[in-house]
Antibody, heavy 120, light 109 residues
């Protein structure tokens, strides 16, 4: 069965970097894209962007350029989200979600979420 | 940039039907057919309920249905059950931008 398993919660100080992993299983990793979605405490869902797992090309949403980096290690079917120079407003649950390779039309499987807390 | 507007709350009694709307402020929802709906229970990851306006993934009960008219997409839940109580988010892909609605909290009375 398809599963996306994310890494555990992180507590970071402002200015640090954090890297969240998303390990896929149950399907061929390079046949579907990986999307990243943020949910701040008590708030709604925000699409951060997606990465084409076949060619490794990331696309970032307008509000998520600069400090955010999507990457892959296809040898272990894993996608990564790195946030550099974290700020308090980055405190949120981050989800990876599987999408179509041709584009982020919809997201059929989701990881369990990773809570990132930024606090001094 | 486009935005999707949902009512913050909706409610219905057990066994009744409820419809949640999702209105696009530009022409995107009306032009593209990539509207999807997600259910999120407290403390859980979202779950895909409807994709491409009215298609149901395997395993989603047929009590859930989707539709679109002009710039408004809708999710209808028929025969409400207690486990349907959750937050529901619409989503639209417009060729380069993905937007989520603000979410609707569905209460089953």
């Amino acid at each position: 069965q398809v599963q996306l398993v994310q890494s555990g919660s992180e507590l970071k100080k402002p200015g640090a970097s954090v890297k969240v992993s998303c390990k896929a299983s149950g399907y061929t990793f390079t046949t579907c894209s990986i999307n990243w979605v943020r949910q701040a405490p008590g708030q709604g869902l925000e699409w951060m962007g997606w990465i084409n797992t076949n060619i490794g090309n990331p696309t970032y949403a307008q509000d998520f350029t600069g400090r955010y980096v999507f990457s892959l290690d296809t040898s272990v079917s894993t996608a990564y989200l790195q946030i550099n120079n974290v700020k308090a407003e980055d405190t949120a649950v981050y989800y990876c979600a599987r999408g179509r390779l041709g584009g982020p039309y919809y997201f059929d499987y989701w990881g369990q979420g990773t809570l990132v807390t930024v606090s001094s | 940039q486009s935005a999707l507007t949902q009512p913050p709350s909706a409610s219905g009694s057990l066994g009744q039907s409820v419809t949640i709307s999702c209105t696009e402020t530009s022409s995107d929802v009306g032009y593209y057919n990539y509207v999807s709906w997600y259910q999120q229970r407290p403390g859980k990851a979202p779950k895909l309920m409807i994709y491409e306006v009215n298609k149901r993934p395997s395993g989603v009960p047929d009590r859930f249905s989707g539709s679109k008219s002009g710039n408004t997409a809708s999710l209808t839940v028929s025969g409400l059950q207690a486990e349907d109580e959750a937050d529901y988010y619409c989503n639209s892909y417009t060729g380069s931008v993905v937007v989520f609605g603000g979410g609707t909290k569905l209460t089953v009375l």
